[in-house]
C-alpha cells in the first residue's frame, strides 16, 4: 500500500484498477485484523461505527460488482476463443507440436486442465487458457503462480498457485 501510495503521491501511477481494488480490500481486511486481534478494537463499538461501516460496505461492494464485471468479460472472451479454436483446432495442435519440437520441450506449453485433469490446456499464445482434450474442451483465465510465476487457471486478480507449487508446498 505504502508503494502505492508514494506512487500517486508522484503522479507515476501506472496500475490496473482491478488489482488495486484487490490490494484496497486486502489492506482494510488486514488493518480490521490488527484492530481486533492486537489492539482489541472493534470498529463497531466506535462513536462513528455506523459512518465508518458504511465506507467500508461501500469500498466492498464497488469491489464485489467490478470483480464480477471483470468475470463476466473474461469469461466472455474465453468462450469466443474455444469458438475460434474449435474451428481451428488441427492448425493450432500442429503449431504447438512443431513449437515444441524446436524449443525440444523447454518451453512449458501446456498445464494441467483443472475440468480433465490432463495436461492439455494451452499456456501460450493465442489460445492460452483453452484445453485441447476434444472430450473436454473448456476454457480458464488464466492467472500467475505466487510462487514460480508459471500461467495457471484462475483470474489475474487472485492468487493462486500451479500443480507443482501446490504439491511441493504441501510436502512442506
Same mark, same amino acid.
Given at each position: 500500500? &505504502?508503494?502505492?501510495?508514494n506512487?500517486?503521491?508522484?503522479? @507515476?501511477?501506472s496500475?490496473?484498477?482491478?488489482?488495486?481494488?484487490?490490494?484496497?480490500s486486502?489492506?482494510? !481486511?488486514?488493518?480490521?485484523?490488527?484492530?481486533?486481534?492486537e489492539?482489541?478494537?472493534?470498529?463497531?463499538?466506535s462513536?462513528e !461505527?455506523v459512518?465508518i461501516?458504511?465506507?467500508?460496505?461501500?469500498i466492498?461492494s464497488?469491489?464485489?460488482?467490478? &470483480?464480477?464485471?471483470?468475470?463476466?468479460?473474461l469469461?466472455?472472451?474465453?468462450k469466443?476463443k474455444i469458438?475460434?479454436?474449435?474451428t481451428?483446432r488441427?492448425?493450432v +495442435?500442429?503449431?504447438?507440436? @512443431? $513449437?515444441?519440437?524446436?524449443?525440444?520441450?523447454a518451453?512449458?506449453?501446456?498445464t494441467?486442465c483443472?475440468?480433465?485433469?490432463e495436461q492439455? +490446456? %494451452?499456456i501460450y499464445?493465442?489460445?492460452?487458457? %483453452?484445453? @485441447?482434450?476434444?472430450?473436454?474442451?473448456?476454457?480458464? !483465465?488464466?492467472?500467475?503462480c505466487?510462487?514460480?510465476?508459471?500461467?495457471?487457471?484462475?483470474?489475474p486478480w $487472485?492468487?493462486n498457485?500451479?500443480d507443482?507449487c501446490?504439491?511441493w %508446498?504441501?510436502?512442506q
Amino acid at each position: 500500500m &505504502q508503494d502505492v501510495r508514494n506512487k500517486f503521491e508522484h503522479y @507515476t501511477i501506472s496500475v490496473d484498477k482491478y488489482e488495486l481494488w484487490s490490494n484496497l480490500s486486502k489492506f482494510l !481486511a488486514l488493518i480490521d485484523k490488527f484492530l481486533v486481534e492486537e489492539l482489541h478494537i472493534t470498529i463497531e463499538n466506535s462513536p462513528e !461505527a455506523v459512518e465508518i461501516q458504511e465506507k467500508v460496505h461501500k469500498i466492498d461492494s464497488v469491489w464485489e460488482r467490478t &470483480q464480477k464485471e471483470r468475470r463476466r468479460l473474461l469469461d466472455l472472451d474465453i468462450k469466443g476463443k474455444i469458438k475460434k479454436f474449435k474451428t481451428s483446432r488441427n492448425r493450432v +495442435m500442429r503449431e504447438l507440436r @512443431t $513449437e515444441s519440437y524446436y524449443s525440444k520441450g523447454a518451453d512449458n506449453l501446456l498445464t494441467n486442465c483443472p475440468d480433465c485433469y490432463e495436461q492439455t +490446456m %494451452i499456456i501460450y499464445g493465442e489460445f492460452k487458457g %483453452i484445453c @485441447t482434450n476434444p472430450e473436454c474442451g473448456s476454457g480458464h !483465465a488464466l492467472t500467475g503462480c505466487l510462487k514460480c510465476g508459471e500461467l495457471t487457471p484462475g483470474y489475474p486478480w $487472485e492468487q493462486n498457485f500451479c500443480d507443482s507449487c501446490s504439491n511441493w %508446498i504441501d510436502e512442506q
